[in-house]
């Protein structure tokens, strides 16, 4: 017999995600979710350029409005990616031959979160040429696809963190998937606010206390108002201190509570 | 030499519910431990604990020498093939073996090389490239042994592996249990419910019932040590039946003789287990000296499944 001389990977997690990446783009479900994407963002863009042509809207608000929706949008796909992670395998019957891996659960979380995240940066990758073609020639194109892909990754690392968090402690793939889509909602209905319940010392804490909210509210400042960088710097405080945490969260979730029954001990 | 698995005082609780209460045994490296229980006796329980899956409530154990406070380190040394696990359906056999040589350390050219070699051994060569949704269920539980082999592993693990399979898919799984024994000179725990199996490839059997050790030792041992009651089955002429009743009535030893299904002529006779071998020694030698016509005998009890039901219904 041959002696087990092989050792754990160093950098597993890159394993992982690697396998991920191939289900989730070789399968075909991450090249469903981003082909939707881009006929949102065709449309949202064909409406905003029809806008802007009658003087409804615009240029730098037609640039905002559809870069905003695409972070949204993407933070949203590697959320719904992310709330599948775990539950997902757990429910398929293939967490088990994941767990015995000699690999820290930890770094299994990570390669998972990480082909989650791939997906909003496809959908970002794919808006690009969308805002360049909104932008051109008000010279904000830079400013906005950097402040967007800033944003928007912030974004995405706490909705995807947050999916996979939800997908660690679910009994089902589908409670996940729905308390998942539950807090997303919960999250954006402040923006469905009526104008005057987002102003006001209480209104303005909930929009910087909200992550969603403060991220584009930041976007907007720089695209539509010009705003340097520096200028609003406050209000990416809640989606920094989000990602992060959440990021802390799952990685504590994964490494501890990662288990092949929802409430079952290591 | 330490032993493969040692186990001593291994207790699993889920709440209040005791599904492994004080699992203490030892086997050595080499051999093939057939790990039989009836639903709920806590084999699966015990196999998770022992595969590092689940931690114990108390014990300890070590595999392959690796005390149970190093999971990864027994993980690495172990190879598991769940009961019913879920296989990527999208994945071919090939890739699948791929992405686990790689978890398992393996770097990428010498993971393809291990892929492609343990799916010629499990008999999957030629359906490597296919996609897993297409693969039987015999086929599957072939990729899922060949899938615990990628790490040359001192210890492996297989959680009822003829499950649901047909006679043939049984026999190509219990070929790969005695082959990984042999030519790899690995440990076997099998866990199954079909006694059969672990009297053909089994050196040895741990019997669990309701979460306890109810018997270790040789497959023979075990047998032995239940004293369950040895029966015989037997068929006589269909007119010489009374008369062979009659006969067997008046042995020493037998204890109940009743009429049985089957062939006309059949009955069974059942000694009191004292002295089993005799009883139905002399009970044949009276039938023949009386010139019954004994068409067949057949000795049946002391074998595992006697000492199965006696061990599992008694507790």
Same mark, same amino acid.
């Given at each position: 017999m041959v002696e087990a001389e092989l050792t754990t990977p160093r950098r597993s997690w890159t394993i992982v995600g690697e396998w991920e990446l191939r289900d989730l783009w070789l399968g075909g479900r991450g090249l469903l979710l981003t082909l939707a994407f881009s006929v949102l963002v065709s449309m949202l863009t064909y409406l905003t350029a029809t806008n802007r042509a009658l003087n409804f809207l615009e240029q730098r608000e037609s640039v905002n409005l559809t870069l905003q929706v695409a972070i949204a949008v993407g933070a949203l796909l590697a959320l719904v990616a992310a709330a599948d992670t775990v539950s997902g395998e757990r429910e398929r019957g293939t967490l088990e031959t994941l767990l015995l891996a000699p690999i820290p659960r930890l770094q299994l979380t990570l390669g998972k979160l990480g082909a989650a995240f791939s997906l909003s940066v496809a959908a970002f990758a794919i808006t690009i040429p969308y805002v360049w073609f909104l932008g051109r020639?008000?010279?904000?194109?830079?400013?906005?696809?950097?402040?967007?892909?800033?944003?928007?990754?912030?974004?995405? +690392? =706490?909705?995807?963190?947050?999916?996979?968090?939800?997908? +660690?402690?679910?009994?089902?793939?589908?409670?996940?998937?729905?308390?998942?889509? =539950?807090?997303?909602?919960?999250?954006?209905?402040?923006?469905? =606010?009526?104008?005057?319940a987002q102003q006001g010392w209480l209104?303005?804490?909930?929009?910087?206390?909200?992550?969603?909210?403060?991220?584009?509210?930041?976007?907007?400042?720089?695209? +539509?108002?010009?705003?340097?960088?520096?200028?609003?710097?406050?209000?990416?405080?809640?989606?920094?201190?989000?990602a992060a945490l959440f990021a802390l969260l799952v990685a504590v979730a994964g490494a501890r509570f990662m288990h092949l029954s929802r409430g079952s001990s290591r | 030499m330490s032993a493969a698995v040692e186990a001593d005082g291994v207790r699993k609780l889920y709440g209040e519910l005791v599904a492994v209460e004080d699992l203490t045994f030892s086997v050595a490296p080499g051999q093939i431990l057939g790990v039989l229980g009836p639903n709920g006796a806590g084999k699966t329980t015990a196999i998770r604990v022992l595969t590092t899956l689940l931690a114990p409530s108390r014990g300890t154990f070590a595999v392959a020498g690796v005390p149970h406070t190093r999971p990864l380190e027994i993980r690495r040394r172990i190879g598991v093939l769940p009961e019913s696990t879920g296989y990527p359906e999208r994945q071919?056999?090939?890739?699948?073996?791929?992405?686990?040589?790689?978890?398992?350390?393996?770097?990428?050219?010498? #993971?393809?090389?291990? &892929?492609?070699?343990? %799916?010629?051994?499990?008999?999957?060569?030629?359906?490597r490239r296919?996609?897993?949704?297409?693969?039987?269920?015999?086929?599957?539980?072939?990729?899922?042994?060949?899938? $615990?082999?990628? !790490?040359?592993?001192?210890?492996?693990?297989?959680? @009822?592996?003829?499950?649901?399979?047909?006679?043939?898919?049984?026999?190509?799984? %219990?070929? %790969?249990?005695?082959?990984?024994?042999? @030519?790899?000179?690995?440990?076997?725990?099998?866990?199954?419910?079909?006694?059969?199996?672990?009297?053909?490839?089994?050196?040895?059997?741990?019997?669990? !019932?309701?979460?306890?050790?109810?018997?270790?030792?040789?497959?023979?041992?075990?047998?032995?040590?239940?004293?369950?009651?040895?029966?015989?089955?037997?068929?006589? #002429?269909?007119?010489?039946?009374?008369?062979?009743?009659?006969?067997?009535?008046? &042995?020493?030893?037998?204890?109940?003789? #009743?009429?049985?299904?089957?062939?006309?002529?059949?009955?069974?006779?059942? !000694?009191?287990?004292?002295?089993?071998?005799?009883?139905?020694?002399?009970?044949?030698?009276?039938?023949?000296?009386?010139?019954?016509?004994?068409?067949?005998?057949?000795?049946?009890? &002391?074998?595992?499944?006697? $000492?199965?039901?006696?061990?599992?219904?008694?507790?």
């Open positions: 020639g008000v010279g904000i194109v830079g400013a906005a696809l950097a402040s967007g892909a800033f944003v928007g990754m912030l974004l995405a +690392v =706490f909705l995807a963190s947050l999916g996979t968090l939800v997908s +660690v402690f679910a009994a089902s793939n589908r409670v996940s998937l729905s308390v998942s889509l =539950f807090l997303l909602l919960a999250l954006f209905a402040p923006t469905q =606010f009526p104008s005057g209104g303005e804490f909930l929009l910087r206390a909200n992550p969603l909210t403060a991220g584009e509210h930041y976007v907007g400042k720089i695209v +539509v108002d010009g705003h340097a960088w520096s200028q609003d710097v406050l209000w990416l405080a809640s989606p920094i201190v989000a | 071919t056999g090939e890739e699948f073996m791929r992405y686990h040589a790689r978890l398992y350390g393996h770097a990428r050219a010498s #993971a393809v090389a291990v &892929a492609a070699k343990l %799916l010629a051994d499990v008999g999957l060569a030629d359906r296919s996609l897993i949704a297409g693969y039987s269920r015999g086929m599957r539980q072939r990729l899922g042994i060949a899938r $615990a082999l990628v !790490n040359e592993p001192r210890v492996v693990f297989l959680d @009822e592996p003829t499950l649901g399979l047909d006679p043939a898919g049984q026999r190509q799984v %219990l070929s %790969l249990v005695r082959r990984i024994a042999r @030519e790899r000179g690995a440990t076997v725990l099998l866990s199954t419910h079909l006694l059969a199996e672990v009297e053909e490839v089994c050196s040895h059997v741990l019997i669990l !019932n309701r979460g306890r050790v109810a018997a270790l030792g040789t497959v023979s041992e075990v047998a032995r040590r239940a004293a369950a009651p040895r029966s015989a089955r037997l068929r006589v #002429a269909p007119e010489h039946v009374e008369e062979a009743l009659s006969v067997l009535a008046r &042995a020493p030893g037998i204890e109940h003789l #009743a009429r049985a299904d089957g062939a006309p002529g059949s009955l069974t006779a059942t !000694n009191d287990g004292r002295t089993p071998n005799g009883h139905m020694n002399e009970a044949l030698r009276r039938l023949v000296e009386t010139g019954v016509p004994v068409l067949s005998f057949e000795l049946e009890g &002391a074998r595992l499944s006697d $000492a199965f039901l006696a061990m599992t219904e008694a507790g």
